[in-house]
């Protein structure tokens, strides 16, 4: 079975991998709903990202900023003690400069802004952002772990179970991640870095 890593989630002093410095966290809140429909994520265009609905499709573009980090989030989950969290992904880095990654955050913090990122890059590797108030420290697949496929069937979910929570790529198993307090009930969906962003099928229960 997948390998256990355990990580207090707001821990002390994590130190960020030889990764681009991730600075900007543009948010907006979302509403609930089963479908990106009602999360309201509009079609908009600022400095860095650009918004737009592709074929049932919410991507987010962003051609500028490979340090740029762009989330959703909302008060979603209702029994965080046992929820899921799920969304359908794809990632495409046009350009091939830096990292393109999108997925799911979740346990956030709003006081702190602090949370946990499941991403699927453009390469289709699964990978966790991890941000403290101290920064953010990246955690990169195995060679063992589950490749996505990157023609948009690709699902990242989130199981909480009794201050667990597992990462499944496609119901295959990446991560567990342990919260002794517990998990916080904020989660959406994040995009990072340049590239395209898609997601399709945002759901939390």
């Given amino acids: ?24 966290d543009t948010f907006s809140e979302i509403g609930t709903g089963q479908y990106l429909a009602p999360l309201d994520m509009a079609p908009f265009q600022d400095d860095t990202w650009q918004g737009y609905e592709q ?17 959703y989030r909302g008060n979603v989950i209702g029994d965080v003690g046992n929820g899921r969290v799920q969304a359908n992904i794809y990632v495409r880095n ?16 709003v006081e702190t802004s602090t949370y946990a990122a499941f991403l699927l890059d ?45 990462l499944l790529l496609n119901d295959e198993p990446f991560l567990n991640l342990s919260a002794e307090s517990g998990f916080h009930s904020y989660a959406g969906v994040i995009a990072v870095g340049t590239g395209r962003h898609g997601f399709w099928g945002f759901a939390a229960e």
């Fill in 1 to 24: 079975g997948p390998m256990i890593r355990h990580f207090p989630l707001i821990a002390a002093c994590l130190v960020a991998g030889a990764t681009a410095t991730f600075a900007q």
């Fill in 55 to 71: 074929e049932g499709w919410y991507v987010l573009e962003n051609r500028s900023d490979p340090g740029a980090i762009r989330y």
């Fill in 94 to 109: 046009d350009d091939g400069q830096g990292l393109a990654a999108a997925g799911l955050i979740f346990d956030f913090n």
């Fill in 122 to 166: 453009h390469e289709n590797n699964p990978m966790v952002l991890l941000r403290d108030e101290d920064g953010m420290e990246p955690i990169f697949a195995d060679a063992d772990d589950p490749v996505g496929r990157g023609d948009g069937t690709d699902v990242l979910a989130v199981r909480f179970l009794d201050g667990r929570a597992e």
